[in-house]
């Protein structure tokens, strides 16, 4: 958290620390406590180099990701594990049982994909559109396979 008493970041017993690293492809939660709304503007290099594959291990179970990339798309149900990257695509690991949980109004929405539909459900089991990666936001990635699975993208 930034205090601005010290100035500075502090850790959770108050004791100063360095400020948090927001690695490509890592989502975080941000903490408003003003009461109007804040435009927060990153800058850096886009990792990878074009022509580059970018690989983010996503384990079993939930991780809070968001694009390494800065682009935008729909999950595709045909990009499973393994499948080549298409060039400045989204390209998320997809099989039976994946969830996504973006988040939007205040609320994480459940996004499931099922194989024996095929294509995504909502948390009723109800047919709804694939989801949309939007640029910059974060989002919850449920890997329910047995081992990890690669994001893998490419800079055109």
Do not use: C
Not at 29 to 54: C, D, E, K, L, R
Not at 143 to 156: I, K, M, S
């Amino acid at each position: 958290m930034y205090d601005v008493g010290i100035p500075g970041w502090v850790d959770a017993n108050g004791n100063p620390t360095q400020p948090p690293q927001l690695p490509p492809g890592k989502g975080f939660f941000y903490s408003n406590p003003g009461a109007t709304a804040q435009t927060i503007t990153f800058v850096g290099q886009v990792v990878p180099n074009p022509g580059v594959t970018n690989s983010l291990p996503l384990p079993p179970g939930y991780s809070l990701v968001g694009s390494p990339m800065p682009v935008s798309g729909t999950v595709a149900a045909a990009v499973f594990t393994g499948s080549p990257p298409v060039p400045g695509a989204v390209n998320m690991p997809v099989a039976d049982q994946t969830t996504v949980f973006p988040y939007a109004a205040g609320a994480y929405t459940y996004q499931g994909f099922d194989a024996g539909v095929p294509g995504w459900v909502d948390a009723n089991g109800s047919p709804i559109a694939a989801p949309t990666i939007a640029i910059g936001k974060g989002f919850f990635y449920g890997n329910n396979g047995a081992g990890t699975v690669q994001w893998l993208q490419t800079l055109p």
